[in-house]
């Protein structure tokens, strides 16, 4: 089992930076891929990256690729979401998650554990 709390949300300005941070109890996170997902008002929960047990892999969505760097650091029991040149449109509640498994997945049904969420607002 994985308890997941993201922190390190907020108010930025367009082309800006914040650090995402979800930290996880419990006694399998060295033994969970890890994603991040973010959701608009109305709009569908969406994939933004996903990392491997070791971190060797990441995957990533075209819109983030080259702005959003994901890490893991399995003695901290922490994964991190990295964000520079931020754009209005990246404005959502990010969510990070967890699931048993070796291999990366884009489809959040594929993730049993999931954190509350952080908001990240992009102004113009």
């Known amino acids: 089992q994985v308890q997941l709390v993201e922190a390190g949300g907020g108010l930025v300005q367009a082309g800006g930076s914040l650090r995402l941070s979800c930290s996880a109890s419990?006694?399998?996170?060295?033994?969970?891929?890890m994603g991040w997902f973010r959701q608009a008002p109305g709009k569908e929960r969406e994939f933004v990256a996903a990392?491997?047990?070791?971190?060797?892999?990441?995957d990533y969505t075209d819109s983030v690729k080259g702005r959003f760097t994901m890490s893991r650091d399995n003695a901290k029991n922490t994964v991190y979401l990295q964000m520079n040149s931020l754009k209005p449109e990246d404005t959502a509640v990010y969510y990070c998650?967890?699931?048993?498994?070796?291999?990366?997945?884009?489809?959040?049904?594929?993730?049993?554990?999931w954190g509350q969420g952080t908001q990240v607002t992009v102004s113009s």
């Open positions: 998650a967890a699931r048993s498994s070796f291999s990366l997945s884009r489809w959040y049904l594929d993730y049993a554990y």
């Open positions: 990392i491997s047990r070791g971190g060797s892999l990441t």
């Open positions: 419990g006694r399998t996170f060295s033994s969970s891929a």
